[in-house]
């Protein structure tokens, strides 16, 4: 899929910046480290695997926490060119919440959402494209869902507009058709249509560790909640979805041993 654009950097806002680090470390075994490159730019951490920087964790800026942003994971998928990209997905019926922008040292990015609302960002960034590392390396992101209103629609905007190529599907009963598909080498997910007790569309991304349930015991015993699962899923995986001690979900991911 050489022209395909996967995700690749993962950003959590949050209420409590100092808590979030120590909730994140204890839980999937990151590495924090300080982001002190882009001056003027507000307080970021950046949360490190074994390998290589995964994501970042920063406070809800200001104006979004007046707007009511709650605490929340967001994926940048990657672009060669933002403004073009931005104005791409506007055409196709996206929105845009944040028109591209520059940040002093990283890159250039813009926040959107695609057609049913699910909020996503672009990033063009400053830096050499780096190789993709195997989706099952321990920390990084070893799956990505998304909880939307339409997923035949949802896949067509994503193919359409990134080069996602179709998976396979799988009848859930009353849960639905499960929609999987490929984003890159090493980069893949599912979409599903959401259920009710999901109020908006929504990405859910799972991060992986060695044992599921050693890191579900992680996540009660540092404050965070268990949703759903431990459950065992066709790939011959064990999944469990959480939430943090500041309300923003997310989910981890295991072998079967």
């Not at 480290?33 to 970021?44: L, S, T």
Request: hydrophobic fraction near 40%; include cysteine; glycine fraction near 10%.
């Amino acid at each position: 899929m050489p022209n395909s654009q996967p995700f690749f950097w993962y950003e959590l806002m949050t209420t409590d910046l100092d808590a979030a680090e120590a909730f994140y470390t204890a839980v999937v075994g990151w590495r924090a480290e300080p982001f002190d490159k882009a001056p003027g730019m507000p307080r970021y951490i950046v949360m490190n695997s074994s390998v290589r920087g995964v994501g970042g964790l920063m406070t809800i800026p200001e104006d979004a926490a007046k707007m009511g942003m709650p605490p929340a994971w967001l994926g940048y998928i990657y672009t060669k060119e933002v403004d073009a990209s931005t104005k791409a997905l506007e055409q196709a019926g996206g929105s845009v919440h944040r028109a591209p922008d520059d940040i002093p040292g990283v890159g250039r990015f813009a926040v959107v959402a695609d057609p049913q609302g699910a909020t996503f960002m672009f990033l063009q960034p400053n830096q050499p494209e780096q190789p993709p590392v195997p989706a099952t390396t321990p920390g990084h992101v070893g799956w990505h869902e998304l909880y939307t209103s339409d997923w035949k629609a949802a896949f067509d905007f994503y193919s359409s507009q990134f080069g996602w190529e179709s998976a396979g599907e799988f009848d859930m009963g009353e849960m639905g058709i499960y929609k999987t598909f490929g984003a890159g080498p090493e980069s893949g997910g599912g979409m599903m249509n959401k259920p009710p007790q999901i109020p908006v569309p929504v990405w859910l991304f799972y991060f992986n560790v060695d044992a599921i349930d050693a890191a579900a015991k992680r996540v009660t015993d540092n404050g965070g909640k268990i949703l759903m699962g431990p459950m065992e899923v066709p790939s011959a995986q064990w999944v469990v979805q959480c939430q943090d001690p500041q309300g923003a979900h997310f989910a981890l991911l295991a072998p079967v041993r």
